[in-house]
């Protein structure tokens, strides 16, 4: 049965937008229609490529409610795999490595990387055993700009096509995103709805508050603007202040891919991964990148991870507040500033999705 439209407040234009009503951030249905007609109807990140560079390589990951492994198999393909045992559920593997095949810690049974089952011991006896039926489901997916999406309901339309002005701005920056190098990542456990993360990262007006300190001393919210309000992304161009730091754009592949990558000296970059979604949390794993030739300047390396820790620690507490406001029944959705365009952007796409489902 249809819900109550929860975007229906979305306006045309933005600067008649509002915020989300607070149910958006914790009604169970809104949540649940959110996992089956967004989160897995679209296309998720769920691997940087340089992270299964090498055959052999894997990493795996849990997201929208499913364990996935990205692997590399020793003809160089790659692959998007149901991380499942398909003896009893068990995940055959976690974290990442390198490896020949994949052994369920369980009873044993075993799958190459390509997922195909290869070996189950003591089920000679199972009249139902059929080892063609025991393969690990694959995944579609699709490699764009260093990353591996995937599209867990098979159903979404093609990725790259739909990205064609973001690529467009990602090939002006001085270095590719696809040639940038992982120097590590931060973890945060973040106990808040994924569309608060999401919405705080869409938005560099808080720079005049929330990072005071740090970002608005060089680039400075006010200046900050949306790029592009057409496409199954959000652009946010944020300039340096002249003399004062690199300018960056901090973007979305809705519905959560979101990245920053900065120009000037220093060009870094970073991905804000969404591990283990629930509907009122997930992990974040920050992950980030440097040109190959400044990855191995180790104090540079601590510069760049210590300084994306501040940014993020500055925000922490404005995420937690936000989550715990909007269980008040006093709070009734707030107009937005046109330097939160891309959240208008962000609730249009969720509206879209949610129209065209029918809920
Ligand atoms: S659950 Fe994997 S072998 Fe039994
Ligand atoms: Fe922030």
Redesign the pocket.
Same mark, same amino acid.
């Given at each position: 049965m249809p819900t109550p439209h929860i975007y229906s407040n979305t306006a045309a234009d933005p600067a008649s937008a509002r915020t989300l009503p607070a149910a958006a951030y914790h009604d169970d249905t809104v949540f649940q229609n959110e996992m089956t007609h967004v989160l897995k109807a679209q296309w998720l990140p769920v691997a940087r490529l340089s992270e299964i560079a090498r055959p052999g390589d894997y990493r795996t990951t849990s997201i929208a409610g499913e364990v996935l492994i990205v692997s590399r198999d020793a003809d160089d393909a790659v692959h998007v795999l149901s991380g499942l045992c398909r003896h009893r559920a068990m995940p055959v593997a976690g974290g990442s490595g390198n490896a020949k095949s994949f052994t369920c810690p369980y009873h044993l049974w075993r799958y190459g990387l390509d997922g195909k089952f290869l070996s189950a011991p003591a089920m000679q006896n199972s009249k139902v055993f059929d080892p063609a039926q025991c393969n690990l489901p694959e995944i579609r997916f699709e490699t764009w700009n260093g990353w591996v999406f995937a599209n867990l309901s098979g159903t979404a339309p093609p990725l790259t096509p739909q990205l064609g002005p973001l690529a467009q701005r990602l090939d002006r920056l001085a270095v590719s995103p696809a040639d940038l190098v992982t120097i590590g990542h931060l973890e945060f456990p973040s106990p808040w709805n994924w569309k608060v993360m999401v919405e705080? /990262?869409l938005e560099?007006y808080?720079?005049i508050g929330?990072?005071k300190d740090s970002?608005q001393q060089t680039n400075p919210g006010l200046g900050t603007y949306a790029a592009d309000l057409d496409g199954p992304f959000a652009l946010l161009e944020n300039p340096a202040k002249p003399g004062a730091g690199d300018a960056f754009i901090a973007a979305c592949v809705f519905p959560l891919a979101m990245f920053f990558f900065s120009e000037g000296a220093l060009p870094t970059g970073g991905w804000y991964e969404f591990r283990n979604l629930e509907k009122d949390r997930f992990t974040l794993r920050i992950h980030l990148f440097l040109p190959p030739e400044l990855a191995t300047d180790a104090g540079l390396v601590e510069l760049v991870t210590e300084n994306l820790r501040t940014?993020h620690m500055?925000?922490i507490p /404005?995420c937690e507040g936000v989550q715990k406001g909007l269980q008040s029944s006093n709070y009734t959705p707030g107009p937005l500033s046109h330097l939160e365009a891309c959240n208008w952007h962000f609730h249009r796409y969720l509206q879209s999705r949610f129209d065209q489902a029918g809920v």
């Open positions: 705080n /990262f560099s808080h720079h929330t990072h970002l940014i500055e925000d /404005f």
